[in-house]
């Protein structure tokens, strides 16, 4: 049982054949070298060991896709020692799923393939060792598979036939037979089945949907499959078909004919005029027309037209038209008026018959008129006589009906212009008057002032910045602050006795020859001038400089500190005060060029006259101020008669552009002419006009004015009288007829008027508050159209009295009691209140005239709204109190957010095109926080989001504090950026009339919209920031830490955002403000600065920089006198002083022998064998570091030892002499040579 080698020295080595035997042996004999021993058996005993299992293929078979349950592989699998044996897969079939169980038996499913063979590996294993890894092969057995069919897809033309879609291209047939197709069926159009295997499909007429066509295939076996095939049709242009109508009407009226058309692909069509009618007149613009047959013409007539969808034109259809005869009376025709009329004039005669007339000829009477506010009546021979109210310039409306012959009657309005007897304004001339300081000057004015009429004029008002103006005896009498020379400018206004106004400038100069002497930059005027870019624009005006009388520097100042100007002429005071309080004021020119903008654009009535406005945002400095504008468009001469030009403006911030249109027969299609303004100008954000020309009906336009005493004001007196609301309509189709419809908030508004276009009502029926007074006129055009306008009125139990004639609320040189309550422009803020004339500027607060203006785009006026009439602000911005105090409770706390810029409340009225967008522009209260959202309250619903959309948007810029670029519409190209940036101080809302931000709701040319920038309500408290101050030595620099003192109640870390400043420059630096002084200025700066707390919450504080002109200390020399030995002790300070009362200390001392101490103290001990006089020089610095230099005079006195002799009268007498002159010689050379002590 194995192999052995026995070794001549009795080792052996045994080798087992690895067998089952237990055991062996073998046998061997010994041997001396001479005789061999007896035979003896060597026993081996075996141990057993574990044999590794045999494992031996096996094969199988199975039929295609079948499931074969396989018998044990170890069946023919064998173990040396008999060990019970288990299946181990080492791979897995190619071609199918295995299971493989430990006993050797497998469940094995064919993938269904056309693969005829498959095989797997595996190990027996007997508990302890793995065999040999043996292959089980599977046979399988073929069978025909079904075939595949796939989804296809394809696109057709609409309207085309007999496409062919070879679908089987991509079928298949596991077993590569022949395909065909037994089936296929359409969801829309036909399909057939051709013989090559594709399918023909025709789609349905005009369809352009897609299509789904199922088909089904079979192979040689007759096996199936079933797919779908998705058709897309292209859509091919198809011309429209335009409608034929027959239409009747009756002779000598109109119709309106819609013309109408279908286009099968939806496209938007056109539609052409190809015949006109032979017995009649179209007018308007296709597909909107109106049918006007000729006098007295009743018959047939009719005429062509076609459609065209931009690409093909229709076949042309036929417009029926049947005129009836009509044997009835035909009312008269009665066409609109207007007239101009005198101031306080009476009885005029108005020929209202003029342009009106009768179908048939019947004489036509005046039987009623109606007059809003003057009186009117109808004479005995049918004419009309009208006054104006006394003493009023208020523009009326006048209805009237007149009547023919049988009493047929119609009505037209007649548009009342009161005028005065062009009285000139008074005009008021500059004056110039030299001085000398500490006198008081009286100026009569008036003397170079005169009145074209040669009216009477009075001196009403006067005004300067520094010293003291008041009117006595109708003259100027004006007292300069002491100390003080230079320029000096008063202001002063005159009125004549018609009421006008006018203004003019006194220039002080005050001489005086101790200075200090100002040098100014140059002028800002001429080619220097200043281009605006708003309403103030800030203006870098170089460096003053000044100097006194010893030629010393001195530090300059603004004397307002405000470096932002209006446009117009501007001056800018400088000043500068000496170390003996003398001050001198010196002018600097500043002229601020307007922007120049162009009204909104407009539609016009063929045939009828409009103007374009042109819009200055400000005075001009230069009159007459010439604006070049140029002409493009499609419209010819024949529809107007505007040629490109100049426009001269001869004063003031408003001119027009005349033009007239005409009706051209030979194109009754709308025309555009486009007005633009010359790229020289100072152009606005709207430089461009479009006037549309058509023939179409335009809607009117209503406005509405309240009077009380024939006053127009919207805050009026309940004891005041009757309160008339005057409609004033202008409708450019001059033969449209109105119908009114008024409205109101309060049943106790019971209108008194005799006339519909007038609503007048008793206001001591009423108790104070806010009420509504709404009106809709309706034209009879074809079709009809409509305008609305709501006007709001504070009524309140009395109104001021103005008892103080001197005062002059608003600053505008015009008495208070002069103003009173009249609402020149409409605005809701009384004159006397009101300075700014523009209408498209409106204050967030009364009193604040030259900041925080909220500016609309130009010729689109602006009013305060609804919720702001009756606020304590004045103007347009809501205050929480307002809120609170909101009886009606109309008004209330947004309860999802919290405002931070402020809430403003104000209505735009006024725009030339309804539906149209409009820009408006509103600085902020507070920056913009993050993550902001503007708030918007809405009638019925409460707050809510301003909405975002293709028409209304909300944009942003970082501006300065109460001060912000005007409106852009067309942002795109401007400083505006989309949304609201957080630090930012400017809001830009860019909102249609009539969409989703509109709260009247209505496409009528005014937008309402109060609201405001906030943020949602959070757990986050807002953060509080105060104001700081410090003061800084002139030419210097500072970092503030302002955050130190601004608090947040969630301890939120505060982040600056912004800081502004006119003066100087200020950044932020690591979280602080850095300022940096302007060169040789001083005076008070203010740096506005925003914080965050980068959670939605901002605050805004001032640091306030107070730049002096620090002195150095002025210094008095001093003196001792000791003996020799002896010690000296001084307090050097105690006879100096500071200006500015700045703590000084003692520098230094320039002494060896001299210590010292800050506080001025110093000790001097000469050396024992010196006597004479010591200069000492010392310096001295105040807290700011300036420094002064002075001396200390020490006298040390000889101190001499003298014997007394009796011998020789004149020994004592001569010693003296000797002493003084050695004393004399030591203290010479001593200040020759003052070192070495």
């Not at 013309?259 to 539609?271: K, M, N, P, V, W």
């Not at 130009?858 to 929480?880: K, M, P, W, Y």
């Amino acid at each position: 049982n194995g192999s052995l080698t026995l070794n001549s020295d009795g080792t052996f080595t045994y080798v087992h054949d690895g067998g089952e035997t237990t055991s062996d042996s073998f046998t061997y004999q010994a041997n001396d070298g001479s005789s061999t021993s007896n035979t003896v058996t060597v026993s081996i005993s075996i141990t057993a060991d574990n044999d590794a299992p045999v494992a031996v293929a096996d094969s199988y078979s199975v039929t295609e896709g079948g499931t074969l349950n396989g018998t044990s592989v170890l069946s023919n699998d064998t173990d040396a020692e008999s060990d019970s044996l288990t299946a181990v897969q080492v791979s897995s079939p190619a071609n199918g799923s295995l299971t493989l169980n430990s006993d050797g038996t497998f469940t094995y499913v064919h993938d269904g393939g056309e693969t005829t063979s498959d095989s797997f590996t595996y190990q027996a294993n007997d508990g302890s060792s793995n065999s040999n890894t043996v292959t089980v092969s599977i046979s399988i057995t073929a069978d025909n598979d079904a075939p595949v069919a796939k989804d296809d897809s394809v696109a057709v033309d609409e309207d085309s036939t007999d496409n062919v879609i070879p679908v089987l291209d991509n079928d298949i047939d596991p077993e590569g037979d022949e395909l065909t197709i037994t089936q296929a069926t359409a969801s829309e159009g036909s399909v057939s089945i051709n013989s090559d295997g594709t399918l023909s499909y025709t789609p349905e007429e005009n369809a352009t949907d897609s299509v789904t066509i199922r088909y089904t295939i079979s192979d040689a076996n007759g096996l199936t499959d079933t797919a779908s095939v998705t058709v897309s049709i292209n859509p091919q242009n198809d011309a429209p078909q335009a409608d034929a109508q027959t239409i009747t009407l009756d002779e000598d009226t109109n119709t309106g004919i819609t013309l109408t058309a279908t286009d099968i692909d939806g496209d938007s069509l056109s539609y052409e005029l190809v015949s006109q009618p032979e017995n009649g007149t179209l007018t308007g613009n296709a597909p909107e027309l109106v049918y006007t047959p000729a006098p007295d013409f009743f018959g047939q007539d009719e005429f062509t037209f076609r459609a065209n969808d931009g690409t093909e034109d229709s076949e042309l259809a036929v417009i029926s038209i049947t005129v009836e005869d009509v044997l009835d009376n035909k009312a008269p025709l009665a066409v609109n008026d207007a007239f101009e009329v005198l101031k306080n004039s009476t009885a005029n005669r108005l020929d209202v018959l003029l342009n009106d007339s009768d179908p048939d000829g019947d004489k036509i009477t005046v039987v009623q008129v109606y007059a809003n506010l003057g009186e009117v009546s109808v004479t005995t021979d049918g004419a009309v006589v009208y006054s104006p109210m006394t003493d009023s310039t208020q523009n009326d409306l006048l209805t009237y009906v007149i009547e023919d012959e049988f009493g047929e009657s119609a009505s037209a309005e007649v548009h009342i212009t009161v005028v005065t007897e062009d009285n000139l304004p008074p005009i008021a001339v500059d004056d110039s008057v030299t001085m000398q300081t500490g006198e008081t000057i009286t100026l009569d004015v008036l003397a170079n002032d005169y009145d074209p009429e040669d009216d009477a004029i009075e001196l009403v008002a006067v005004s300067g910045d520094v010293g003291e103006v008041v009117i006595v005896d109708g003259a100027l009498q004006f007292t300069p602050q002491s100390n003080i020379h230079g320029d000096y400018l008063i202001t002063y206004s005159i009125r004549d006795a018609a009421g006008n106004f006018a203004s003019a400038e006194v220039l002080v100069n005050v001489e005086s020859e101790s200075g200090p002497f100002i040098t100014l930059p140059e002028d800002l005027c001429s080619e220097l001038t200043v281009m605006a870019n708003a309403l103030y624009t800030k203006v870098d005006l170089g460096q003053a400089s000044a100097v006194d009388r010893f030629g010393n520097v001195l530090p300059v100042s603004l004397l307002d500190g405000n470096t932002l100007y209006p446009p117009g002429i501007n001056q800018a005071f400088w000043s500068a005060t000496d170390a003996e309080g003398n001050t001198a004021i010196a002018t600097q020119l500043v002229c601020v060029a307007p922007l120049v903008s162009i009204q909104k654009d407009q539609t016009v009535l063929k045939g009828s006259s409009t103007t374009i406005g042109v819009y200055l945002n400000g005075e001009s400095p230069v009159y007459p101020l010439v604006v070049p504008y140029t002409l493009s468009g499609d419209a010819t001469e024949e529809d107007h008669n505007l040629e490109a030009g100049d426009l001269i403006i001869e004063s003031g911030t408003t001119a027009y552009i005349a033009l007239d249109t005409f009706i051209n027969e030979s194109n009754r299609s709308d025309r555009v002419v486009t007005v633009s303004l010359d790229e020289s100008l100072n152009r606005g954000a709207k430089d461009e006009h479009n006037v549309l020309l058509t023939e179409r009906n335009i809607e009117p336009d209503v406005t509405l004015q309240v009077l009380q005493n024939h006053i127009k004001r919207l805050t009026v007196s309940r004891r005041g009288g009757a309160i008339s609301v005057i409609s004033m309509v202008e409708d450019p189709n001059l033969t449209d007829s109105h119908q009114y419809a008024w409205i109101t908030s309060d049943h106790r508004l019971v209108n008194e008027a005799t006339n519909d276009t007038a609503f007048i009502f008793d206001p001591s029926l009423l108790e104070a508050g806010i009420y509504h007074v709404s009106i809709e006129v309706t034209d009879s055009g074809a079709p009809q159209l409509s305008d609305s306008e709501t006007i709001y009125i504070e009524v309140v139990e009395e109104l001021l009295s103005f008892d103080d004639h001197s005062l002059d609320s608003d600053g505008d040189l015009i008495p208070d009691h002069m103003e009173g309550y009249q609402d020149t422009d409409g605005d809701g803020i009384p004159d006397f209140l009101d300075r700014i004339d523009e209408c498209n500027v409106l204050q967030e607060v009364a009193k604040v005239h030259d900041a925080f203006l909220i500016e609309g785009q130009a010729g689109v006026c602006l009013r305060r709204g609804d919720h702001s009439i009756g606020g304590e602000t004045g103007g347009a911005q809501i205050t929480n109190d307002d809120i609170a105090q909101d009886e009606l409770d109309e008004l209330v706390d947004d309860p999802d957010a919290i405002n931070v810029g402020g809430i403003f409340d104000y209505i735009a009225y006024g725009m030339p095109e309804q539906g149209t967008q409009f820009a408006i522009v509103m600085p902020q209260r507070k920056p913009i926080p993050a993550d902001a959202v503007y708030r918007k309250f809405r009638p019925g619903s409460g707050w809510g989001f301003f909405i975002e959309d293709a028409n209304n948007s909300l944009w942003s810029t970082p501006g300065d504090v109460g001060f912000c670029p005007p409106p852009d519409v067309n942002s795109g190209n401007s400083v505006w950026t989309p949304g609201l940036t957080e630090g930012h101080w400017c809001v830009q809302q860019i909102i249609e009339d009539g969409g989703v931000n509109d709260d009247d709701n209505l496409v009528n040319g005014t937008i309402v919209d109060p609201g405001g920038v906030g943020v949602m309500i959070t757990s986050n408290a807002l953060p509080e920031a105060s104001d700081d101050s410090v003061t800084l030595v002139v030419n210097q620099e500072i970092t503030v830490d302002v955050i130190a003192n601004d608090t947040d109640q969630n301890g939120d870390p505060l982040l600056l955002t912004s800081a502004t400043t006119t003066i100087g420059e200020v950044s932020i630096v690591d979280n602080a403000i850095h300022y940096v002084a302007a060169l040789d200025y001083v005076g008070e700066i203010t740096i506005n600065y925003g914080v965050t707390d980068s959670n939605g919450g901002t605050d805004h504080a001032v640091l306030t920089i107070n730049l002096i002109d620090n002195k150095a200390p002025l210094i008095t020399n001093d003196s001792s006198e000791i003996l020799q030995g002896e010690t000296a002790t001084l307090n050097l300070l105690t006879n100096d002083s500071d200006p500015d009362g700045d703590q000084m200390r003692l520098l230094s001392v320039e002494h060896s022998g001299v210590s010292f101490s800050e506080n001025g103290e110093v000790v001097f001990t000469p050396q024992s064998d010196f006597y004479g006089v010591l200069v000492i020089d010392y310096q001295v610095s105040d807290e700011w570091g300036n420094q002064s230099f002075g001396q200390w005079s020490v006298t040390v006195t000889e101190y001499h030892r003298i014997e007394a002799s009796t011998r020789g009268g004149g020994s004592l007498y001569g010693l003296l002499l000797l002493g003084v002159f050695v004393s004399v010689i030591r203290k010479v050379n001593w200040k020759a040579n003052r070192g070495g002590i």
